[in-house]
């Protein structure tokens, strides 16, 4: 009986090896597709991500160039700390306003303060951070506005800053 049991086992020994080699296969070809689906949605991530920064980046640039002032549109400029927490507020809420007006109606301006460009700016208008100028087309100072208001404050603020442009 021992001889049975041991044929027995070699035989399904056997055939364990020659059931596995297949799906081994199978295995291996799995993994390399899931593997190649799993390197383009990383790159597809990574790239959209990318183009995202990048678009922050240019806004962010274009938001800080305090020369477009006097260039024909009314402008608001934000003087703001980064590290200031009334500071971000108030972007959060101007650009809340802003988005009722159409592009290219107001240019919206940001004078970092921890840069000297934004530093020399705020010290050249008398004014501390947490802090909106409203600038006509021409460059000529109309409003201060300090403190953080609310988006419907700034909107309709926004508004009268652009009837006489009209």
């Known amino acids: 009986m021992k001889k049975s ?18 799906p081994e296969v199978s295995k291996d070809r799995r993994a ?18 990318g183009v995202f920064s990048v678009n922050a980046v240019r806004a962010t640039i274009s938001e800080q160039d305090l020369t477009r ?3 024909g549109i009314p402008t608001i400029v934000q003087v703001h700390d980064p590290s200031c927490s009334m500071c971000t507020e108030l972007q959060r809420e101007t650009r809340r306003a802003l988005r009722s007006f159409d ?25 501390g951070h947490v802090t909106l100028l409203l600038f006509d087309g021409a460059g000529r100072r109309v409003q201060v506005l300090e403190g953080v208001r609310r988006r419907d404050e700034l909107e309709a603020l926004f508004r009268t800053h652009l009837a006489p442009a009209s």
């Not at 390399?32 to 991500?49: D, E």
């Not at 592009?103 to 004014?127: C, K, P, R, W």
């Open 5 to 22: 049991k041991s044929r027995n086992k070699a035989q399904s020994t056997r055939s364990k090896r020659d059931q596995t080699s297949v």
């Open 32 to 49: 390399t597709l899931r593997l190649l689906r799993n390197g383009i949605i990383g790159v597809a991530v990574v790239g959209g991500a």
């Open 69 to 71: 002032i006097g260039n």
């Open 103 to 127: 592009d290219g109606t107001l240019n919206y301006l940001v004078s970092n303060i921890t840069t000297a460009e934004g530093n020399a700016f705020a010290a050249q208008q008398g004014v």
